[in-house]
């Protein structure tokens, strides 16, 4: 499967369908305790100016001296995106005056980057996937942040971020919809954490992404390309898609032309804008950077940090199919946060996994969803959740009561077991105890006893009587099989 | 007592050491003579209580036993370099009234090492000239004056400063900083000697940037041994300036006085330009007759590329200079001058604050790195930097040790005298300084002669890659061998 355009992907204009074409420019913010090339602190939400070094502010005669860890963030990142490892890369200025940037040239990588192509899987259903080709990754200098509403008159700078890393991750034009670009980010942004070299937090601004739109007919060559800037949300990502390529067939259509430009996506109005035309682009006059030599490091270097690489998605996900038995779907929802993932395996070690998987995603995400919480926030643990498994597959309790027993736990905390035994909730397997209360049920009600005979479905009825007289935790199945035994149904 | 202002670095050193004098006396004898000095415009900034301060700190030390290698010394410092809580101004406008909260690395090398500071040393605005007369602060006027003559004469650039007061006896040894032949244009120019040492050798950490691939921090003294002394302390690996190297910095003093038997010198064809004066061909011709004289292997070269090296130069250095110089923009520190939004900030600031010289030069490397002109001119500029630089390997692959130039085309030239229609005749200046830069080379320059109008010349000695030891022997025999230029009695005082 590739992206082959799918008819369910086109846009269907007034001339026929259109096609969109997307490649997405990510940014995302390396973790590391520094910044890329000053000593600076990258914590996020310090008091303004707080977090900024001599070398950040651009004094007179400092100089840059990158910060290894987010080398090597960079190193283990491309190898997550299956990507080729450059031994050597430069780093170059982008040369451009704005307030915020305090050297007056952004420190990037322009003609050769730290990694070069590679690629990503993306899931777009259970059975649909797609390989999004990476073009490359570079590594360069985050800006700091003009504030213009403190005062009437003035403008205010906070060089907190200024120098702060980021790795530019561009793909290629692979993908056809907005549902496709909002797949990849997702994926990629999960290859990201579980890599540990972004948070991914888009609401502190740690994964942004210049997303670049183009229509055409099926079949035809690339058109001209519009870059949307800094959206800041996945969701954002797919309504800046859709809304553009709109006003480009719309453009298109009434015989118009499509402007090389860049524009900005304004989610209030649900509209692009444009922010510069092709004509009033920058000239960033790059040249390699004088103060820092080319990046070099061999095999052995990236072979180390190769071996410490965590399980990815995509292995994890193949690994849970084949040895816990899992449905791709469900695998696949298990695998999405590599915490959430270690939870399943905590929680199903020597348990039913489907069984397990079942409650983790529907009780368990569930219920955090609900409550807004993440997974390391989670009230319930691992151990917990699989000793509420253990009680269901020793029918020690019943389904219904398990979901009690999960909020109690949930909400109180404590050992399932002591609980169900302290309050009681054992499931009653005691045949004897439930023929007890089935002969008394059928003795009340001889008239229902005859209806069943004739219409079996009247079964529902003796086993809710029987639950309701064992307090719910009768033996759902016990409790069957003596009814039928006894109505000789 | 004798005016110690007389004394040369290692004699007052060794002064110091056997309790002649103490610490303070010297530097008063210093801070006096500079006071006397303002005239020559030499620094920008005096800084005689810092002197004093510190001189007192190094007698302590002294009576203690506990004197450093240059306890005592009294430095003047290239206003290039940063130093904390003193002004730094690189002789602009719009850095006026800067105050920097931090010292530069090769200047606390010297505080630790003991040397105290007298002040900052007037220059070339950003160093960008050869002749001291763009700095903001006025132009500096050499000691130096020409036969019969009182027209002032400019001590060369950009570190004129440093070496006028070098020359003038106003510090005993100078900070300096080259990019394509500050430090050694100047000591041609005033009779002192003065060192660009590899690049790498120094830390540039603190230091106002020109050119980053090209500028190097350098010494200027009065003579040899003083000049090694100083870049022992200056010279050594900096973790915050990772083009700095990692290596070893040998006792650069024992290396003056060391035999140069059998050190092959390579003489460039090439550095024998058209329409060379007699005068600087009789003085090359001379220093080659010195060194065989002392047992050096003379030998001819050729280094075919250097006819290219000082236009590849004026590509590289301003468009290396035209980013450099793009954070004084008026938002953090220095100059402001406001206007209707932030454009007009900048545009007005970079205006009022820039000199006419270095507003050329960012123009030239903004000019040379746009889109449509990066290929032709500074992607070109590099391969032929890397010619260059291979002429110089294949030299001393053959076995050459260092080779011997000129220093400077001519002599030192009147105020105003030279570039104000034609800004190329400024550049000339560098033609025989500049491939050692674009090859990253240590270059020496000793004073050999004086011209027919009574003004001194200098030639170079360039060296292999951290091997100023050779040039530290080759220099002295040099000294050694050349009539002894005194240095002018104070007319200025």
Sequence with gaps: MNSQAHSSKLIAGATGDWEVVIGLEIHAQVTSRSKLFSGASTEFGGAPNSHVSLVDAAMPGMLPVINEEC?????????????????????????????DLPQGYQISQYKNPIVGEGEVLVDLSPTEQIKVGIERLHLEQDAGKSLHDLGANDSHVDLNRSGVALMEIVSKPDLRSADEAKAYVTKLRTILRYIGSCDGNMEQGSLRADVNVSVRKPGESFGTRCEIKNVNSIRFIGQAIDVEARRQIGILEDGGTIDQETRLYDPGKGETRSMRSKEEAHDYRYFPDPDLLPLEFDQAYVDVLATDLPELPDEKKARFIAQYGLSPYDAGVLILERAAADYFEEATKGRDAKLVANWVINELFGRLNKEGKSIEDSPVLAAQIGAIADLISAHVISGKLAKDLFDIVWLEGGDPAKIVETRGMKQVTDTGAI???????????????????????MLGWFVGQVMKATGGKANPQAVNEILKAKLGI | MSDLTRLTLAE??????????????????FVAAVARAKSLNAYIVETPDKALEQAR???????????????????????????????????????????????????????????????????????????????????VISPWRRKNSDAKIVPGGSSGGSAAAVAARLC?????????GSIRQPAA???????????????????????????????????????????????????????????????????????????????????????????????????VEWLRAAGAEIREISLPHTRHALPAYYIVAPAEASSNLARYDGVRYGLRKTGKDIVDLYELTRAAGFGKEVRRRIMIGTYVLSAGYYDAYYLRAQKIRTLIKRDFDLAYQTGVDAILTPATPSPAFALGEKGAADPVEMYLNDVFTVTVNMAGLPGLVVPAGLSSDGLPLG??????????????????????????IALPEPWWA
Aim: aromatic residues 8%; neutral net charge; hydrophobic residues 40%.
């Design chain 1, 71 to 99: 080398v090597k963030q960079a190193i283990r990142t491309g190898l997550g995106l299956k990507a080729q490892i450059n031994h050597r890369s430069v780093f170059d200025r982008k040369n451009y005056f704005y307030p």
């Design chain 1, 435 to 457: 023929e007890k209360a089935v002969d008394e049920i059928i003795a009340k009600n001889p008239d229902k006893v005859e209806q069943a005979k004739a219409k079996p479905t």
């Design chain 2, 12 to 29: 007052a050193r060794n002064g110091l050491a056997s309790k002649k004098f103490s610490a303070v006396e010297l530097n008063q004898a």
């Design chain 2, 57 to 139: 700190a190094s007698d302590e030390r002294i009576a203690k036993g506990e004197a450093r290698p240059l306890e005592g010394i009294p430095l003047g410092i290239k206003d290039l370099y940063a130093t904390e809580g003193v002004q730094t101004t690189a002789a602009s406008h719009i850095l006026e009234g800067f105050v920097p909260r931090y010292e530069s690395t090769v200047s606390a090398n010297l505080w630790r090492d003991g040397a105290t500071m007298l002040g900052k040393l007037n220059l070339d605005e950003f160093a960008m000239g050869s002749s001291n007369e763009t700095s903001f602060f006025g132009p």
């Design chain 2, 172 to 180: 005993l040894g100078a900070t300096a900083t080259d990019t394509g």
């Design chain 2, 189 to 287: 120019f005033t009779g002192t000697v003065g060192i660009k040492p590899t690049y790498g050798r120094c830390s540039r950490w603190g230091i106002v940037a020109f050119a980053s691939s090209l500028d190097q921090a350098g010494p200027i003294a009065q003579n040899v041994r003083d000049a090694a002394i100083l870049l022992r302390s200056m010279a050594g690996h900096d973790p915050k300036d990772t083009t700095s190297v990692d290596a070893p910095v040998p006792d650069y003093e024992k290396a003056v006085g060391a035999s140069v038997k059998g050190k092959v010198i390579g003489i460039p064809k090439e550095y024998r330009l058209d329409g060379m004066s007699a005068e600087i061909a009789a003085l090359w011709d001379r220093g």
């Design chain 2, 459 to 484: 030639l170079q000695l360039i060296g292999r890659p951290f091997d100023e030891e050779t040039l530290f022997a080759l220099g002295e025999a040099i000294e050694e061998a050349a009539p002894k």
